[in-house]
T-cell receptor, first 115, second 111 residues
Framework: DTEVTQTPKHLVMGMTNKKSLKCEQHMGHRAMYWYKQKAKKPPELMFVYSYEKLSINESVPSRFSPECPNSSLLNLHLHALQPEDSALYLC??????????????FGPGTRLTVL | TQLLEQSPQFLSIQEGENLTVYCNSSSVFSSLQWYRQEPGEGPVLLVTVVTGGEVKKLKRLTFQFGDARKDSSLHITAAQTGDTGLYLCAGANQAGTALIFGKGTTLSVSS
């Protein structure tokens, strides 16, 4: 199984809403990532979890709150977002954060629209 | 700062044409990865090149890693409409903690 799954596929929320994005992998990977991607641009790293601990936070605003309940799951909690936060949110996993080739496998993404 | 310069940024061609996408850096990378992404979907890993001078083929796609491991290229022979998408090169940063992405090449193949 080389699949990373993400739910929901699409999400529309108001600026006062609280919602969560979910990501799951069953490849036994110990590193998981959240990226934000705008149209026709490369993904921008937000957070990195390694062995269920947050290891990198790329100065992301506190309205984004990551959580890693176990080695297979990664959540991104959203609260009081702004319209400019509308983007494709991608989850990825890799065997290990410091693996030699650090091949990352991406999920299909959640298309988020903030009204 | 490690950077990956990818070119061209946009490419619009007819079916049957050949094309090459370049990914260059002044830094040495232990490996480079190529991804292809369709609109509204996540990037899909196409290949990882590891050894300087390495050439890998994936059907009509040929990937090359420069001898000095500072650059890579992707060549597509006889492009098809199904090749349309965003192509991204990426390499691990020196700490090995995250991927550095090129800006991407948006390829449009029309029939």
């Amino acid at each position: 199984d080389t699949e990373v799954t993400q739910t929901p596929k699409h999400l529309v929320m108001g600026m006062t809403n609280k919602k969560s994005l979910k990501c799951e992998q069953h490849m036994g990977h110990r590193a998981m990532y959240w990226y934000k991607q705008k149209a026709k641009k490369p993904p921008e790293l937000m957070f990195v979890y390694s062995y269920e601990k947050l290891s990198i936070n790329e100065s992301v605003p506190s309205r984004f709150s990551p959580e890693c309940p176990n080695s297979s799951l990664l959540n991104l909690h959203l609260h009081a977002l702004q319209p400019e936060d509308s983007a494709l949110y991608l989850c990825a996993s890799s065997q290990d954060r410091l693996a030699e080739y650090n091949e990352q496998f991406f999920g299909p993404g959640t298309r988020l629209t903030v009204l | 700062t490690q950077l990956l310069e990818q070119s061209p940024q946009f490419l619009s061609i007819q079916e049957g044409e050949n094309l090459t996408v370049y990914c260059n850096s002044s830094s040495v990378f232990s490996s480079l990865q190529w991804y292809r992404q369709e609109p509204g979907e996540g990037p899909v890993l196409l290949v990882t090149v590891v050894t300087g001078g390495e050439v890998k083929k994936l059907k009509r796609l040929t990937f090359q890693f420069g001898d000095a491991r500072k650059d890579s290229s992707l060549h597509i022979t006889a492009a098809q409409t199904g090749d349309t998408g965003l192509y991204l090169c990426a390499g691990a940063n020196q700490a090995g903690t995250a991927l550095i992405f090129g800006k991407g090449t948006t390829l449009s193949v029309s029939s």
